[in-house]
């Protein structure tokens, strides 16, 4: 299988608290993508890290991205209950046609 | 809201029987994916397709066609349904390989 990994496949915190979701990837990339889906919706952006980037913010989100590792993570500050979602992340191949996701990680931020 | 509509959204079909799902999308995207999605599974990529009739297949690909004749269409075909195709599937389109992708709602399959 060509998906990559995503660690913890589930994440039960409390509201407040830092969530932080990791991601692997067997590729080489052009860019790193972290999605958010809602239960029985499609999957909505979040963030886009490009290869030669290091990290990235967003509002409360913090990316980082390890090339040499082949891996990244999705830090979430002071989460709150509506945070509570699946996150996933999807690597883009540096041939630029493949989108591919991960296995996803359940959040779930308890109020 | 990017402008990408699956149909149906939902179907009942049964075993044998060929089923065509149906992703338009009205921003010119270059890239169009379709990808299947199971618990425990994440995304799984079918097929996708880089320009019009420009398509390659993904890492589930097999028992699925894919055809894409206008930009903005982009088709895939279950040849003969089976159980194990029950799924929730998604289209996306994506501008190009430096951005990101949008999602259409899902369209639910069942195959009886």
């Known amino acids: 299988s060509q998906q990559g990994e995503e660690d913890p496949q589930a994440l039960s915190i409390q509201e407040g608290e830092n969530a932080t979701m990791n991601c692997s990837y067997k590729?080489?990339?052009?860019?790193l993508q972290w999605y958010r889906q809602n239960s029985g919706r499609g999957l909505v952006h979040l963030i886009l890290i490009r290869s030669n980037e290091r990290e990235k913010h967003s509002g409360r989100l913090r990316v980082t991205l390890d090339t040499s590792k082949k891996s990244s993570s999705l830090l979430i500050t002071a989460s709150r209950a509506a945070d509570t979602a699946s996150y996933f992340c999807a690597n883009r191949e540096t041939s630029g046609s493949r989108l591919t996701f991960g296995e996803g990680t359940q959040l779930t931020v308890n109020p | 809201d990017a402008g990408i509509t699956q149909s149906p959204r939902h179907k009942v079909t049964e075993t044998g029987t060929p089923v065509t799902l149906r992703c338009h999308q009205t921003e010119n995207h270059r890239y169009m994916y379709w990808y299947r999605q199971d618990p425990g599974h994440g995304l799984r990529l079918i097929h996708y397709s880089y320009g019009v009739k420009d398509t390659d297949k993904g890492e589930v690909s097999d028992g699925y066609s894919v055809s894409r004749s206008k930009t903005e269409d982009f088709l895939l075909t279950l040849e003969s349904a089976t159980s194990s195709q029950t799924s929730v599937y998604f289209c996306?389109?994506?501008?190009?390989?430096?951005?990101?992708?949008?999602f259409g709602q899902g369209t639910r399959l069942t195959v009886v």
């Open positions: 996306a389109i994506s501008e190009s390989s430096k951005t990101e992708a949008f």
């Open positions: 590729t080489s990339i052009n860019n």
